[in-house]
């Protein structure tokens, strides 16, 4: 699990910068507020998802 979560923020390092680059370039730099809310946005509801699921089969388990 650890490996995957190291492979996706290098994934993330690599192409986040580089997709705004374009976003800015093609629109405005007043827009980076909005892009790193909604990746924050995003980093929470997944994190909300991963959280539920792993309760959920933990109870599935009978583990405490």
């Known amino acids: ?18 997709l705004f680059g374009f976003i800015a370039n ?9 892009y790193m809310l909604l990746f924050t946005v995003l980093l929470l509801l997944f994190m909300e998802l991963v959280n539920r699921a792993y309760r959920k089969r933990k109870s ?3 583990l405490q």
Not at 2 to 18: E, H, K, N, R
Not at 26 to 34: A, N, R, V
């Open 26 to 34: 093609g629109i405005s730099m007043g827009l980076y507020p909005l």
């Open 60 to 62: 599935t388990l009978g």
């Open 1 to 18: 699990m650890i490996s995957i979560q190291v492979a996706v923020a290098y994934v993330g390092t690599t192409f986040m910068p580089l």
